[in-house]
Nanobody, 119 residues
Framework: QVQLVESGGGLVQPGGSLRLSCAAS????????MGWYRRAPGKQLELVAG???????YYSDSVKGRFTISRDNARNTVYLQMNSLKPEDTAVYYC?????????????WGQGTQVTVSS
């Protein structure tokens, strides 16, 4: 089992930036892909970005060009740099680490960190 601890959320004005971090511990030898999801009020859980063990990223269309996912394998940490934030980015953001080669959306989840974009 992998434990995930997130940090970096908060309140930011439109156009601002935030950086989320997610540190993994426990059975980290099973880590392959890592990802970030979000749940906005009244909406379903949405995959925001993912990154393979080799560093290949995936982004949803809604954040492409504004968000950057990266990982530090030595620190077992995944990051989400969020720029040009919009009010519609307001959500609880969750880190996700599947077990082994399983797909994103399965496995371990962080506790969630609130991101609020508002003037």
């Amino acid at each position: 089992q992998v434990q995930l601890v997130e940090s970096g959320g908060g309140l930011v004005q439109p156009g601002g930036s935030l950086r989320l971090s997610c540190a993994a511990s426990g059975s980290i030898f099973t880590i392959n892909a890592m990802g970030w999801y979000r749940r906005a009020p009244g909406k379903q859980l949405e995959l925001v970005a993912g990154i393979s063990s080799g560093g290949s990223p995936y982004y949803s269309d809604s954040v492409k060009g504004r968000f950057t996912i990266s990982r530090d394998n030595a620190r077992n940490t995944v990051y989400l740099q969020m720029n040009s934030l919009k009010p519609e980015d307001t959500a609880v953001y969750y880190c996700n680490v599947p077990a082994g080669a399983r797909p994103l959306g399965t496995g371990s989840w962080g506790q969630g960190t609130q991101v609020t974009v508002s003037s």
